[in-house]
């Protein structure tokens, strides 16, 4: 079994020759025996038990404490407890860590598509960010509902070609009709814009927003606050207090 003197059981440790000439006077760690000029002698189990030792105190254990806990009967049973405690932890740590490296790369992304950014545009980014998720829900029923609008046309379109009978396909086209003015209803319902230049956020009337031209997250809009004129930043918002009707 390997001998170490204190100095070589520090460094194997980690941990400075004072803490373990610390422990040592404390009671904590004892070496296992002693050199013929009588210094001190630990062994592979008494460096195991100094690396416990610094991980209980890690823990904000106090010496007392860390004496009683090695001390005890169920000693190993504390000890992995307290190690499955500290992995939790420690992995609450790390997904929370992750969580915001994944949101300062999405406010990366955000400022990409502003030009001469500002101060004053991460208030903007910080507003988009927040309603993120209620954009995408928004987008999903209007994509989805799409997506079935679509279907429904293709498969008219293809058995009126088959059959030469049109009328499926043309109810199909005045059903999409139909759905369109709700949809777009909805769609205007729940987005409102953010000016580049006054950072104002408003919703715009319905004739020029659905007549606008836009981008997936922007349309070219005029503020009401400053009169700018171009393209405004699209996110979600509804209560009135949050926007200015234009």
């Known amino acids: 079994m390997s001998n170490y003197t204190t100095g070589e059981l520090a460094k194997a440790a980690g941990v400075t020759v004072r803490t373990v000439q610390y422990y040592d006077t404390r009671g904590i760690l004892i070496p296992s025996d002693f050199s013929e000029g009588g210094r001190r002698l630990y062994t592979e189990d008494d460096l195991k038990k100094l690396k416990v030792i610094c991980f209980l105190r890690d823990l904000g254990l106090s010496l007392n404490h860390v004496g009683d806990i090695l001390e005890a009967d169920n000693a190993t049973k504390v000890i992995n407890l307290l190690l499955e405690e500290q992995k939790k932890t420690i992995e609450t740590e790390l997904s929370e860590r992750k969580a915001q490296l994944d949101r300062i790369d999405e406010i990366q992304k ?12 991460l208030g903007d980014v910080a507003y988009v960010m927040e309603n993120k998720k209620k ?9 989805g509902i799409g997506l079935v609008l679509d279907g429904l046309e293709i498969g008219a379109f293809i058995y009126a070609i088959k059959t030469g009978n049109w009328w499926l396909f043309a109810g199909v086209l005045l059903l999409m009709l139909i759905v369109l003015f ?11 814009y953010i000016c580049p230049e006054c950072h104002e956020v408003f919703k715009p009337k319905k004739a020029e927003w659905f007549w606008a031209k836009h981008t997936p ?15 405004c930043v699209e996110t979600y918002g509804t209560a009135p207090h949050e926007v200015k009707e234009a």
């Open 217 to 231: 997250k922007t349309r070219n809009l005029t503020c009401p606050c400053c009169s700018h004129k171009g393209f």
């Open 110 to 121: 955000e400022m990409k598509n502003i030009a001469n950014f500002s101060v004053e545009n």
């Open 135 to 143: 954009m995408k829900k928004v987008y999903s029923v209007i994509l």
């Open 182 to 192: 709700p949809l777009m209803e909805f769609y205007h319902k729940y987005t409102v």
